[in-house]
C-alpha cells in the first residue's frame, strides 16, 4: 500500500502560479503511475494529469494543457503539478492518486490509492 499527503494549495490571484505537491509512504514511490484529478462541488471528478512510472511520458487534460506541468522525483517520493496561468474555473479541491496498472490512463477507477484531497482557490 501507499499513504499520500497533499500540500500546496491556497489562496491564489488570477493569472498567478501555484505548486502542489504530494508525498508519498510506504510501498516503493516508483512502482506507481500517479495521477492528479480535480472535483468542484457537486460536479464529478475529473482527470487533471498523469505520469508514467520513471516520469518519461505524461498526460494532461485539454483544459489545462500548456498551464499545467505534472513532475515526479522518485528519489524523495513526491510528485508536483506545476499550475500556471490560473482561472477562477480551477478553483476546486486537488486530489492526488497512484495506480499499479501502468494503463490506468484517465480513468479514475483504475486509481488505488488517494490522499485527502487540498483546495486551491482563485482569486479574480
Known amino acids: 500500500q501507499v499513504q499520500l499527503v497533499e500540500s500546496g494549495g491556497g489562496l491564489v490571484q488570477a493569472g498567478g502560479s501555484s505548486r502542489l505537491s504530494c508525498a508519498a509512504s510506504?510501498?516503493?514511490?516508483?512502482?506507481?503511475?500517479m495521477g492528479w484529478f480535480r472535483q468542484a462541488p457537486g460536479k464529478e471528478r475529473e482527470f487533471v494529469a498523469q505520469?508514467?512510472?520513471?516520469?518519461?511520458?505524461?498526460n494532461y487534460a485539454d483544459s489545462v494543457k500548456g498551464r499545467f506541468a505534472i513532475s515526479r522525483d522518485n528519489a524523495k517520493n513526491t510528485v508536483y503539478l506545476q499550475m500556471n496561468s490560473l482561472k477562477p474555473e480551477d478553483t476546486v479541491i486537488y486530489y492526488c492518486?497512484?495506480?499499479?496498472?501502468?494503463?490506468?490512463?484517465?480513468?479514475?477507477?483504475?486509481?488505488?490509492?488517494w490522499g485527502q484531497g487540498t483546495q486551491v482557490t482563485v482569486s479574480s
Open positions: 492518486a497512484a495506480a499499479t496498472s501502468i494503463y490506468a490512463g484517465r480513468d479514475e477507477n483504475k486509481f488505488d490509492y
Open positions: 510506504g510501498r516503493t514511490f516508483s512502482y506507481y503511475v
Open positions: 505520469i508514467s512510472r520513471s516520469g518519461g511520458s505524461t
